[in-house]
């Protein structure tokens, strides 16, 4: 939330929460209080769910509804976790593709606001455009493309997992398939980047994920022209479920009746006001009244905060400077607390150069609490002003660069295993490449953590290596966890119930 009004501050104008498990919104309480919040600024908003089920994300849908503005179903996350519980980009396989549909369709149905989807670009572009009409025609209102190719264990090159984005095919897409909003997502970078971007591929917007981490301010220039803008929203009250979905219920209530007029009014247009029955005409006559009513409940849920207001050029000056950009972040990191390793992901991405430069980064890394990530702000402020008190110290670099080095060595562990495993059922004529990454990826379930705790050690061990070899023993059943973080060769995958379903502990955009 915190991360999403500083964007919203310097320009952003629709924004989405993190991916959230379908399963686990819709039916775990705890879950949606640790892992959602918004407030009266955050808005309009987008909750972005993970599902895989038709079922689970029309039962998110529903809860999430009176608290958003659209529901999106992701279906481009490339991570090892989505391959293994078969959803984001593995839900783009031709054997998956009635699933898909049928799972837009019930959030569709399921809800009065609009379902969009984020995709990835599939191998040949016709496959991709049948891909968008097919979700445009379960009832998608919107869809996301990152022009890159879906993620697979084999493939490899520019274009795949790495490397520009292909934002020509998105040009093809929008082309052939007009009738439906299409937003452009990939090598977005600087503002210059996003007016390309958007010139190239004609979409009806775009989308930056990457980019923004590093820069919050990245959309402010389309400001340009604006006499003034709305910055001061960390007075932004933060409202309870019941106060949130009271309201947003009636506005949701109020929207619905207003799009059925709407339905009402094209039809006066295609076939004459002669064309309408009584109850149709009595809906037209409301629409005045339903207008105001729905003014009414937005301009009360504006005035619950404090505005205030500053120029462009004002906001220009601080987006120019990193620091007091970290800083608005931090502010609004206490105001809408969030987890101590989101504040500082974010802290990292904003202020990355001037971490490396004045040697903080491990620092901040380690910190423990919002105070200390502002302490080392504050250092950094003083070494700004006063370059005379920076000592670069080169014992403290050489150890960093070999606990980097380290890290590195240990990360590729895990993709050499997966390499090592592919080659293998390559030379033993495999079809399915990924054949040797199914055995012992089977992922194990709350019951089944539960009673291998109570197991003596070593037929807990044969039970892991039989069924569940490729997840890390210690992250699961060890009482501090594994020490070893992401570093460990192992799937760190966290268990939510008994259907295999879970969600991804790291902080990535997907």
Not at 247 to 269: C, D, G, P, V
Request: positive net charge.
């Amino acid at each position: 939330l915190a991360f999403r009004l500083l964007c919203r501050r310097y320009g952003a104008q629709l924004a989405y929460t993190p991916m959230m498990s379908a399963e686990k919104f819709a039916h775990d309480r705890a879950y949606r209080q640790e892992e959602f919040q918004t407030c009266t600024q955050d808005r309009p908003l987008v909750c972005h769910f993970a599902a895989n089920t038709p079922q689970d994300f029309a039962a998110a849908a529903r809860v999430a509804e009176p608290m958003c503005d659209a529901i999106d179903l992701n279906l481009g996350c490339p991570q090892r976790t989505a391959y293994l519980g078969h959803f984001g980009s593995y839900l783009l396989d031709d054997k998956d593709r009635d699933l898909v549909c049928s799972i837009v369709r019930a959030g569709a149905e399921a809800v009065n606001i609009p379902i969009f989807c984020k995709i990835r670009l599939l191998d040949k572009i016709q496959d991709t455009i049948r891909l968008c009409q097919g979700l445009r025609d379960a009832g998608a209102s919107l869809i996301a493309v990152h022009a890159r190719y879906r993620a697979s264990w084999e493939r490899k090159g520019p274009g795949a997992r790495d490397g520009p984005a292909l934002m020509d095919q998105i040009a093809e897409i929008k082309q052939a398939v007009p009738d439906i909003t299409i937003i452009a997502n990939g090598n977005t970078i600087t503002f210059q980047d996003v007016e390309e971007n958007l010139k190239l591929t004609k979409a009806d917007g775009l989308m930056s994920a990457e980019g923004i981490l590093d820069n919050p301010a990245l959309f402010l220039p389309h400001l340009k022209g604006q006499h003034q803008h709305i910055v001061d929203d960390t007075k932004a009250e933060a409202l309870g479920p019941a106060d949130r979905e009271d309201i947003e219920m009636k506005a949701q209530k109020l929207r619905k009746k207003l799009r059925k007029i709407s339905k009402i009014e094209k039809k006066i247009t295609s076939n004459g006001k002669d064309s309408l029955c009584d109850e149709d005409r009595r809906r037209l006559e409301k629409k005045i009244d339903l207008q105001q009513s729905l003014s009414r409940i937005e301009a009360s849920r504006s005035s619950t905060h404090q505005q205030n207001v500053d120029s462009f050029e004002t906001l220009c000056m601080r987006a120019e400077n990193k620091l007091g950009l970290a800083e608005e972040y931090l502010d609004l990191a206490e105001k809408h607390p969030v987890k101590i390793r989101s504040v500082i992901f974010h802290t990292r991405r904003i202020l990355k150069s001037m971490l490396e430069k004045y040697q903080f980064m491990e620092d901040c890394l380690a910190s423990n609490s919002i105070d200390e990530i502002r302490s080392i702000v504050t250092k950094m402020k003083h070494y700004k002003e006063n370059p005379e008190a920076f000592v670069f110290d080169k014992d403290k670099a050489a150890k960093e660069k070999e606990a980097l080095e380290r890290k590195r060595r240990e990360e590729g562990k895990r993709k050499a295993y997966e390499a090592r495993m592919m080659r293998k059922a390559k030379r033993e004529g495999k079809k399915d490449l990924s054949h040797y990454l199914h055995i012992g990826a089977e992922v194990p379930t709350k019951e089944t953590i539960e009673k291998l705790k109570l197991q003596p050690r070593q037929e807990a061990l044969e039970v892991w290596k039989r069924h569940h070899s490729q997840h890390c023993l210690a992250f699961h059943l060890e009482s501090e966890g594994c020490k070893r973080g992401r570093t460990c060769a192992f799937l760190h995958v966290d268990v939510v119930g008994n259907n295999h379903a879970f969600v991804e502990k790291d902080e990535v955009a997907g």
